[in-house]
Structures are given as C-alpha cells and as structure tokens.
C-alpha cells in the first residue's frame, strides 16, 4: 500500500480491514500481514487468476498498491524478513549482512541490540547471561568466542523445509540444567528439518533439580514446553518423540507409576 500509519491502534485495525477485504481468500489464495499481501499458487494459470481476485477485491475497496514495492510472478518472495521459495525457507540476506556487521557489544544496551538482532534466526544464545539482572557486564574470552561463532553460523543457518500435513512429524527434545531445546523433523527428501525452538531456564525451573529425581523433572518439562511450542504442528496426531533420558521413558510406558507428582 502506499501508506500506512503504524501505532498500537492504527496498524492492527488496517489489517483487520485487509482480512475483511479478502475473508475468503485468506490462506487459500494469499497471506496478509499488516500491509504485506502474498499471492500463492503451484502454477502460472492459477497465479493469473488468484491476482486477478486479490486486485479486484483491493480496486472495490478503494486499497492502491504501491507499484514500486509490488513483485510479479516470483518463484521466491521477501515476506516477514524471510525469503519464501519453492523448496523451504531461507533468511533474508540483508538480515545475513547486518549481523555480519555488527559491532563487538561494550556494555548491557549494546548485548540486548546484538540479541534482539540474533533472535531473528535462534531464540537461546549463551551470553544470554549478560542480561540478567544483578549479573556485572564483564565480556570474557568465552562471551568473545559465543559472539565470533554466532556471526559464522548465521551467514549460512540451514533450509528449512515445509510441513507435509500427510507425513508425521518427529520431535527431537534435549534439556540441559541451563535451558531446553527442541528440533522438529519431517522425512521429506531425508530427514529434514521443519522448526528450531529452545529456551534458557529461569531460576525457578532450574530448581527444580534435585537428589531424588536428579534432571528428570527438567527433561518431563522440556518435553511438555517442546510440544506445546509445536502445537499448531502437532495437535490433534500422532507423532515420534525422542529423548535421551532413559528414566523417562520408563515413567511413560504403560503399567509403570511415578510418585512424583510433578512429573505426573
């Protein structure tokens, strides 16, 4: 659109009125975001015809495109700071060419810049420390090396692939007494890779390891926070999850009972 007023109020309420516009249209023609609007399709014909629709339903609402930020006809598409193609989706490369830039963070301000900027590829960092409240800034050799081979792996983090409804989903979930992590998987073409997720554990939760049950309870959690953060893909069906702690997987299994409450 040629111009958008942003705001709390503003900018919600337009893409409200955006939806309304498409209602049915949404998600089986196209995706809006705000003032973004992508057309998909599996072949040229049907492209014609879905940007036909989406043209007339924006001309009968009185919407104007800005033609200088439309794309037409594109096998690969910019669209939420992501690169949309054919085989699964890429990181935006000015996203790429701004980490690589970026400068060595001197004090709390400049860490919290840098991990807001690195959030857009992994959500759990170590020097997440450096953020915690009560924590002194002191950047030490391994805060160095963390931020040195952060910036490498992000200038070529992996494709991930789409999600095939048909074919069933593998959840891999680690937990450590630091954070949780969680990859989910899909065999499309090999094993490939649908989502990363992880989070660092907060005081309370890493509490909760103790002498009885040792990291049990972390594990069982990590489980329950990996499957709720994959919901949207795994509600609702059957699906594969992996663990490597042994005493879990003898809590689960049918006729064996725990007398920790937590992990019931």
């Known amino acids: 659109m040629i111009r958008k007023p ?46 036909k629709q989406v043209l007339e339903r924006f001309r009968a609402a009185g919407f104007k495109p800005n033609m200088k930020k439309c794309r037409w006809g594109r096998d690969q598409v910019a669209f939420l700071g992501h690169i949309v193609t054919p085989s699964g989706i890429l990181p935006n490369p000015e996203k790429v060419k701004a980490v690589i830039s970026v400068a060595r963070p001197h004090d709390l301000h400049t860490v919290r810049a840098f991990l807001g900027l690195t959030s ?40 991930l692939a789409y999600p095939d409804p048909a074919k069933r989903f593998k959840l891999f979930v ?33 509490n909760w390891i103790n002498k009885q049950d040792g990291v049990s309870g972390i594990e069982c959690w990590g489980i329950v926070w990996a499957t709720r953060k994959f919901r949207c893909y795994l509600d609702r069906r059957e699906f594969d999850l992996y663990t490597d702690h042994k005493a879990l997987t003898w809590v689960f299994n049918e006729g064996n009972r725990t007398s920790n409450a937590k992990l019931a």
């Open 6 to 51: 942003d705001g709390c109020t503003a900018a919600p309420a337009f893409e409200r009125l955006t939806e309304n516009v498409l209602v049915d249209l949404k998600r089986r023609t196209c995706h809006v975001y705000w003032d973004d609007c992508v057309v998909f399709s599996s072949d040229f014909p049907t492209h014609l015809m879905r940007l």
């Open 120 to 159: 857009y590829f992994i959500r759990y960092i170590p020097i997440e420390k450096l953020k915690m409240k009560g924590v002194e800034f002191a950047w030490n050799e391994d805060c160095e090396a963390t931020f040195l081979q952060l910036k490498r792996r992000l200038v070529g983090p992996p494709k």
């Open 174 to 206: 680690d937990s450590s007494r630091l954070a949780l992590g969680a990859c989910l998987m899909q065999s499309v073409d090999g094993r490939r890779v649908i989502a990363y997720a992880s989070k660092l554990l907060v005081r309370s939760e890493r």
